[in-house]
T-cell receptor, first 117, second 112 residues
Framework: DGGITQSPKYLFRKEGQNVTLSCEQN?????MYWYRQDPGQGLRLIYY???????QKGDIAEGYSVSREKKESFPLTVTSAQKNPTAFYLC????????????????FGDGTRLSIL | GENVEQHPSTLSVQEGDSAVIKCTYS??????FPWYKQELGKRPQLIID?????GEKKDQRIAVTLNKTAKHFSLHITETQPEDSAVYFC???????????FGKGTHLIIQP
């Protein structure tokens, strides 16, 4: 969707290096998510944030970190502790969570493809 | 946590025929079930979703059915067209969770 911007489109990581993937949205959405997609696989949840200054681990959080200092931004850092980082990373957002708002659609950015040099 | 199984992994149908993709989920508290279409190298796009208080939802050639008792839901595409060729993912939002749990995808091939 045009309202979610991920950058860069392609990223290469050297051994022992941390890299940060950017995700910005102008949809005024409260909730933001990071997913990882491996070839031929479904998406797996890394981290999510329901509100500014708060985030929770998803199913595969080890080796990743996030921050949510602004409503519009939810950057993902792939640390050197993530031994198999090569994947397609997708950021998503939805209106919000909580009573009455939890089952709202999630819309995705165009993704960042990360590879190891 | 939630677990979503999706079948088949590949589905080939003749143009104009119908296609059905099936998913099962494990968490009886799951209450939201979206379907996404993903073309090669692109982002997943939401095509239809259903909530647990509804048994069926239709949008033109696409329909989704939900059986809460059996914990399965299905995507039905009628009068398939070449542009329907893509990978389709089902997902479920588990009770108490916020993120989605996805199936592994179905590669739908429309034969001319």
């Amino acid at each position: 969707d045009g309202g979610i911007t991920q950058s860069p489109k392609y990223l290469f990581r050297k051994e022992g290096q941390n890299v940060t993937l950017s995700c910005e949205q102008n949809l005024n959405h409260d909730a933001m998510y990071w997913y990882r997609q491996d070839p031929g696989q479904g998406l797996r949840l890394i981290y999510y944030s329901q509100i500014v200054n708060d985030f929770q681990k998803g199913d595969i959080a080890e080796g990743y970190s996030v921050s949510r200092e602004k409503k519009e931004s939810f950057p993902l850092t792939v640390t050197s502790a993530q031994k198999n980082p090569t994947a397609f990373y997708l950021c998503a957002s939805s209106i919000g969570s909580g009573t009455g708002r939890s089952n709202q659609p999630q819309h995705f950015g165009d993704g960042t493809r990360l590879s190891i040099l | 946590g939630e677990n979503v199984e999706q079948h088949p992994s590949t589905l080939s149908v003749q143009e104009g025929d119908s296609a059905v993709i099936k998913c099962t989920y494990s968490d009886s508290a799951s209450n939201y079930f979206p379907w996404y279409k993903q073309e090669l190298g692109k982002r997943p796009q939401l095509i239809i979703d259903i909530r647990s208080n509804v048994g069926e939802k239709k949008d033109q050639r696409i329909a989704v059915t939900l059986n809460k008792t059996a914990k399965h839901f299905s995507l039905h595409i009628t009068e398939t067209q070449p542009e329907d060729s893509a990978v389709y993912f089902c997902a479920a939002r588990g009770g108490g969770a916020d993120g989605l749990t996805f199936g592994k995808g179905t590669h739908l091939i429309i034969q001319p």
